[in-house]
Protein backbone atom coordinates (compact mmCIF):
# COMPACT_ATOMS: atom_id res chain seq x y z
CA UNK A 1 0.00 0.00 0.00
CA UNK A 2 1.50 3.34 -1.07
CA UNK A 3 1.69 6.09 1.73
CA UNK A 4 1.02 9.21 0.60
CA UNK A 5 2.71 12.23 2.10
CA UNK A 6 0.20 14.49 4.32
CA UNK A 7 0.37 17.89 4.43
CA UNK A 8 2.14 18.43 8.11
CA UNK A 9 5.14 16.74 6.28
CA UNK A 10 5.37 18.95 3.09
CA UNK A 11 4.96 21.90 6.32
CA UNK A 12 7.63 20.52 8.02
CA UNK A 13 10.06 20.02 4.68
CA UNK A 14 9.09 24.07 3.60
CA UNK A 15 10.66 25.05 7.11
CA UNK A 16 13.48 23.10 6.57
CA UNK A 17 14.53 24.44 3.38
CA UNK A 18 13.51 27.83 4.59
CA UNK A 19 15.97 26.96 7.81
CA UNK A 20 18.72 25.86 5.13
CA UNK A 21 18.81 29.23 3.54
CA UNK A 22 18.66 31.20 6.37
CA UNK A 23 21.56 29.56 7.57
CA UNK A 24 23.54 29.58 4.09
CA UNK A 25 23.04 33.65 4.19
CA UNK A 26 24.14 33.68 7.61
CA UNK A 27 27.48 31.44 6.79
CA UNK A 28 28.27 34.05 3.32
CA UNK A 29 27.98 37.40 5.61
CA UNK A 30 30.14 36.15 8.40
CA UNK A 31 32.86 36.89 5.98
CA UNK A 32 31.34 40.25 4.70
CA UNK A 33 33.44 42.78 6.73
CA UNK A 34 30.82 46.26 7.03
CA UNK A 35 32.08 48.97 8.69
CA UNK A 36 30.35 50.99 10.96
CA UNK A 37 30.79 54.51 9.15
CA UNK A 38 29.99 54.41 5.32
CA UNK A 39 30.29 58.71 4.90
CA UNK A 40 33.62 57.69 3.30
CA UNK A 41 32.22 56.13 0.53
CA UNK A 42 31.07 58.57 -2.48
CA UNK A 43 27.56 58.23 -3.07
CA UNK A 44 26.22 55.91 0.02
CA UNK A 45 24.66 57.01 3.52
CA UNK A 46 25.00 55.25 6.69
CA UNK A 47 22.24 52.64 7.35
CA UNK A 48 19.24 53.08 9.71
CA UNK A 49 19.85 50.85 12.90
CA UNK A 50 22.78 50.12 15.29
CA UNK A 51 25.38 51.08 12.49
CA UNK A 52 23.69 54.28 11.13
CA UNK A 53 24.09 56.45 14.88
CA UNK A 54 21.14 54.04 16.68
CA UNK A 55 22.84 54.06 20.05
CA UNK A 56 22.15 50.69 22.34
CA UNK A 57 19.90 52.12 24.66
CA UNK A 58 17.62 53.78 21.70
CA UNK A 59 19.38 57.02 21.87
CA UNK A 60 20.21 58.70 18.57
CA UNK A 61 23.47 59.75 17.87
CA UNK A 62 22.14 63.21 16.03
CA UNK A 63 23.94 65.17 17.97
CA UNK A 64 27.61 63.68 17.05
CA UNK A 65 26.99 63.50 13.59
CA UNK A 66 26.09 66.98 13.23
CA UNK A 67 29.31 67.81 15.07
CA UNK A 68 31.28 65.81 13.05
CA UNK A 69 29.45 67.47 9.50
CA UNK A 70 30.38 70.83 11.01
CA UNK A 71 34.10 69.66 11.62
CA UNK A 72 34.39 68.75 8.33
CA UNK A 73 32.56 71.85 6.65
CA UNK A 74 34.95 73.95 8.44
CA UNK A 75 38.28 71.61 7.33
CA UNK A 76 37.04 72.04 3.61
CA UNK A 77 37.08 75.72 4.10
CA UNK A 78 33.80 76.03 2.76
CA UNK A 79 31.33 79.45 3.84
CA UNK A 80 28.34 80.74 2.76
CA UNK A 81 29.82 83.79 0.68
CA UNK A 82 31.67 81.25 -1.32
CA UNK A 83 28.17 79.65 -2.71
CA UNK A 84 26.95 81.53 -6.27
CA UNK A 85 23.68 83.27 -5.16
CA UNK A 86 21.65 85.60 -7.28
CA UNK A 87 21.98 89.07 -6.35
CA UNK A 88 18.72 91.63 -6.84
CA UNK A 89 18.54 95.44 -6.83
CA UNK A 90 15.77 97.87 -7.26
CA UNK A 91 15.03 99.10 -10.74
CA UNK A 92 15.95 102.84 -9.61
CA UNK A 93 18.92 101.91 -8.04
CA UNK A 94 20.80 100.89 -11.43
CA UNK A 95 22.91 98.37 -11.99
CA UNK A 96 26.40 99.24 -10.33
CA UNK A 97 27.45 97.20 -7.84
CA UNK A 98 29.35 98.54 -4.62
CA UNK A 99 32.52 99.82 -5.86
CA UNK A 100 30.49 101.91 -8.38
CA UNK A 101 30.98 99.92 -11.54
CA UNK A 102 28.50 97.96 -13.59
CA UNK A 103 29.17 94.27 -14.62
CA UNK A 104 26.90 95.00 -17.65
CA UNK A 105 28.14 96.12 -21.16
CA UNK A 106 26.49 99.28 -22.36
CA UNK A 107 24.45 97.01 -25.07
CA UNK A 108 23.27 94.80 -22.59
CA UNK A 109 22.13 97.82 -20.53
CA UNK A 110 20.51 99.23 -23.91
CA UNK A 111 18.27 96.17 -24.18
CA UNK A 112 17.56 95.87 -20.89
CA UNK A 113 16.19 99.50 -21.20
CA UNK A 114 14.72 98.89 -24.56
CA UNK A 115 12.64 95.52 -22.81
CA UNK A 116 11.57 98.29 -19.69
CA UNK A 117 10.41 100.56 -22.49
CA UNK A 118 8.22 97.74 -23.97
CA UNK A 119 6.10 96.57 -20.80
CA UNK A 120 5.56 99.93 -20.21
CA UNK A 121 1.84 101.02 -21.65
CA UNK A 122 3.59 104.47 -22.91
CA UNK A 123 6.53 105.24 -25.24
CA UNK A 124 9.85 106.02 -24.08
CA UNK A 125 9.35 109.83 -24.38
CA UNK A 126 5.51 109.93 -24.11
CA UNK A 127 3.71 112.09 -21.76
CA UNK A 128 -0.03 111.51 -20.58
CA UNK A 129 -0.69 114.27 -23.35
CA UNK A 130 0.13 111.85 -25.89
CA UNK A 131 -0.77 108.50 -24.78
CA UNK A 132 -3.88 107.14 -27.02
CA UNK A 133 -7.05 107.91 -26.66
CA UNK A 134 -10.44 107.26 -28.09
CA UNK A 135 -11.25 108.61 -31.45
CA UNK A 136 -14.90 109.74 -33.13
CA UNK A 137 -14.83 110.36 -36.99
CA UNK A 138 -17.70 111.72 -38.41
CA UNK A 139 -18.33 111.27 -42.27
CA UNK A 140 -21.17 112.96 -43.71
CA UNK A 141 -21.92 111.94 -47.71
CA UNK A 142 -23.38 114.16 -49.98
CA UNK A 143 -24.56 113.81 -53.47
CA UNK A 144 -22.62 116.58 -54.96
CA UNK A 145 -20.35 115.33 -57.48
CA UNK A 146 -17.01 118.00 -57.10
CA UNK A 147 -15.38 117.43 -53.77
CA UNK A 148 -14.13 121.54 -54.35
CA UNK A 149 -17.63 123.04 -54.90
CA UNK A 150 -18.71 121.10 -51.65
CA UNK A 151 -15.27 123.00 -49.75
CA UNK A 152 -16.66 126.09 -51.10
CA UNK A 153 -19.82 125.55 -49.84
CA UNK A 154 -18.32 124.63 -46.46
CA UNK A 155 -15.97 127.92 -46.29
CA UNK A 156 -18.85 129.86 -46.90
CA UNK A 157 -21.15 128.63 -43.92
CA UNK A 158 -17.95 128.85 -42.15
CA UNK A 159 -18.30 124.81 -41.40
CA UNK A 160 -14.40 123.42 -40.70
CA UNK A 161 -14.02 120.05 -42.21
CA UNK A 162 -12.08 118.40 -44.78
CA UNK A 163 -13.70 117.35 -47.95
CA UNK A 164 -12.29 114.23 -49.88
CA UNK A 165 -14.05 112.90 -53.26
CA UNK A 166 -15.22 109.52 -53.84
CA UNK A 167 -16.72 107.97 -56.74
CA UNK A 168 -19.81 108.09 -54.71
CA UNK A 169 -20.13 111.57 -54.40
CA UNK A 170 -17.97 113.82 -52.02
CA UNK A 171 -18.58 114.12 -48.26
CA UNK A 172 -17.10 115.91 -45.45
CA UNK A 173 -15.24 114.76 -42.34
CA UNK A 174 -14.59 115.69 -39.02
CA UNK A 175 -11.79 114.42 -36.21
CA UNK A 176 -12.70 114.50 -32.43
CA UNK A 177 -10.46 113.38 -29.95
CA UNK A 178 -11.86 112.11 -26.39
CA UNK A 179 -10.21 113.28 -23.10
CA UNK A 180 -10.52 109.73 -22.12
CA UNK A 181 -8.73 106.70 -23.41
CA UNK A 182 -11.79 104.90 -23.50
CA UNK A 183 -15.75 105.10 -24.49
CA UNK A 184 -18.13 106.31 -22.00
CA UNK A 185 -20.39 102.99 -20.86
CA UNK A 186 -23.36 104.80 -21.77
CA UNK A 187 -22.39 104.92 -25.60
CA UNK A 188 -21.64 101.65 -25.02
CA UNK A 189 -24.74 100.77 -24.49
CA UNK A 190 -26.47 103.04 -26.27
CA UNK A 191 -27.69 105.26 -23.58
CA UNK A 192 -25.96 108.46 -24.61
CA UNK A 193 -26.25 110.41 -27.82
CA UNK A 194 -22.98 108.86 -29.91
CA UNK A 195 -23.30 111.91 -32.59
CA UNK A 196 -20.80 115.00 -31.51
CA UNK A 197 -22.79 118.23 -31.44
CA UNK A 198 -20.55 119.38 -34.63
CA UNK A 199 -20.78 116.59 -36.77
CA UNK A 200 -25.13 116.82 -36.38
CA UNK A 201 -24.57 120.67 -37.42
CA UNK A 202 -22.50 119.88 -40.08
CA UNK A 203 -24.65 117.07 -41.68
CA UNK A 204 -27.72 119.61 -40.94
CA UNK A 205 -26.11 122.26 -43.05
CA UNK A 206 -24.91 120.24 -45.74
CA UNK A 207 -28.65 118.38 -46.06
CA UNK A 208 -30.03 121.32 -47.03
CA UNK A 209 -27.49 121.31 -50.88
CA UNK A 210 -30.08 118.66 -52.12
CA UNK A 211 -33.38 117.13 -51.81
CA UNK A 212 -31.99 113.64 -50.87
CA UNK A 213 -30.36 115.32 -48.30
CA UNK A 214 -27.35 113.89 -46.43
CA UNK A 215 -25.92 111.14 -44.43
CA UNK A 216 -24.27 111.03 -41.02
CA UNK A 217 -22.13 108.34 -40.39
CA UNK A 218 -20.11 108.52 -37.07
CA UNK A 219 -17.71 105.71 -36.19
CA UNK A 220 -16.01 105.28 -32.59
CA UNK A 221 -12.59 103.77 -32.53
CA UNK A 222 -10.37 102.85 -30.17
CA UNK A 223 -7.00 101.02 -29.84
CA UNK A 224 -6.47 97.76 -27.07
CA UNK A 225 -9.42 98.50 -25.35
CA UNK A 226 -9.20 95.83 -22.76
CA UNK A 227 -9.35 92.08 -23.71
CA UNK A 228 -9.78 93.41 -27.40
CA UNK A 229 -6.38 93.67 -29.09
CA UNK A 230 -5.99 96.30 -32.14
CA UNK A 231 -8.77 98.79 -33.60
CA UNK A 232 -12.51 98.30 -32.21
CA UNK A 233 -15.21 100.15 -32.31
CA UNK A 234 -19.00 100.60 -33.55
CA UNK A 235 -20.67 102.54 -36.73
CA UNK A 236 -24.02 104.45 -36.68
CA UNK A 237 -25.46 106.13 -39.51
CA UNK A 238 -28.33 109.16 -39.80
CA UNK A 239 -30.34 110.58 -42.38
CA UNK A 240 -30.75 114.32 -42.38
CA UNK A 241 -32.94 115.96 -44.85
CA UNK A 242 -33.73 119.74 -44.82
CA UNK A 243 -31.56 120.48 -41.73
CA UNK A 244 -33.99 118.24 -39.58
CA UNK A 245 -31.72 114.71 -38.17
CA UNK A 246 -34.43 111.69 -39.35
CA UNK A 247 -34.28 107.66 -38.53
CA UNK A 248 -31.06 105.48 -37.98
CA UNK A 249 -29.85 103.18 -41.28
CA UNK A 250 -27.87 100.23 -41.13
CA UNK A 251 -24.16 101.69 -41.68
CA UNK A 252 -23.04 98.68 -43.29
CA UNK A 253 -25.81 98.44 -46.30
CA UNK A 254 -24.94 101.87 -47.11
CA UNK A 255 -20.78 101.45 -47.09
CA UNK A 256 -21.43 98.49 -49.38
CA UNK A 257 -22.81 100.58 -51.78
CA UNK A 258 -20.09 103.38 -51.02
CA UNK A 259 -17.04 103.90 -52.44
CA UNK A 260 -13.52 102.04 -50.52
CA UNK A 261 -12.43 104.78 -49.19
CA UNK A 262 -15.19 106.15 -47.48
CA UNK A 263 -15.14 102.98 -45.44
CA UNK A 264 -11.25 103.67 -45.72
CA UNK A 265 -11.82 107.12 -43.84
CA UNK A 266 -14.36 106.26 -41.51
CA UNK A 267 -12.01 103.22 -39.92
CA UNK A 268 -9.06 105.16 -39.75
CA UNK A 269 -7.24 103.12 -42.29
CA UNK A 270 -6.26 106.50 -43.78
CA UNK A 271 -6.20 109.82 -43.15
CA UNK A 272 -9.06 112.36 -44.52
CA UNK A 273 -5.71 114.84 -45.60
CA UNK A 274 -3.74 112.03 -47.03
CA UNK A 275 -6.23 111.03 -49.58
CA UNK A 276 -6.14 112.45 -52.96
CA UNK A 277 -7.59 115.39 -53.72
CA UNK A 278 -9.10 116.31 -50.26
CA UNK A 279 -9.52 119.70 -49.47
CA UNK A 280 -9.91 121.61 -45.71
CA UNK A 281 -12.84 124.57 -45.95
CA UNK A 282 -10.94 126.64 -43.85
CA UNK A 283 -7.94 126.95 -46.06
CA UNK A 284 -10.49 128.39 -49.02
CA UNK A 285 -10.86 132.29 -49.47
CA UNK A 286 -14.12 133.87 -50.06
CA UNK A 287 -13.26 134.65 -53.44
CA UNK A 288 -12.13 131.16 -54.45
CA UNK A 289 -14.99 129.79 -52.52
CA UNK A 290 -17.52 131.26 -54.70
CA UNK A 291 -16.18 129.65 -57.96
CA UNK A 292 -15.44 126.61 -56.30
CA UNK A 293 -19.19 126.56 -54.99
CA UNK A 294 -20.48 127.17 -58.67
CA UNK A 295 -18.57 124.26 -60.20
CA UNK A 296 -20.20 122.02 -57.93
CA UNK A 297 -23.99 123.18 -58.51
CA UNK A 298 -23.29 122.38 -62.38
CA UNK A 299 -24.22 119.20 -63.73
CA UNK A 300 -22.33 116.41 -64.60
CA UNK A 301 -21.23 115.92 -68.37
CA UNK A 302 -23.92 113.15 -69.49
Known amino acids: MDQFPRPDEDRDDGQDRRRDLDAEFAALMDDVDIPDDLSTFDGLAAPEGARGGQAPGGATKATTASAADAEETEQAGVSPEDVPHNTYHPLDAGTETDDGSSPLTEAQEAQIAAAADSLSSYGPGDSDEQAPKAVKVAVVTTPLNRADGLAGMCALMDLDCTVVPSSSGAFAVKQFVSAHSDWDVAELLGGSDSEPAEAAELAAQLSRLSRAG????????????????????TITARHFTNGQPGEEASAGLLLASMDQVVEDVLLGVIDADDVPGAVKSSEIKAPRAMRWFGRGLRRPPQ
Open 214 to 233: AVLMTADLATDVGIESGLSG
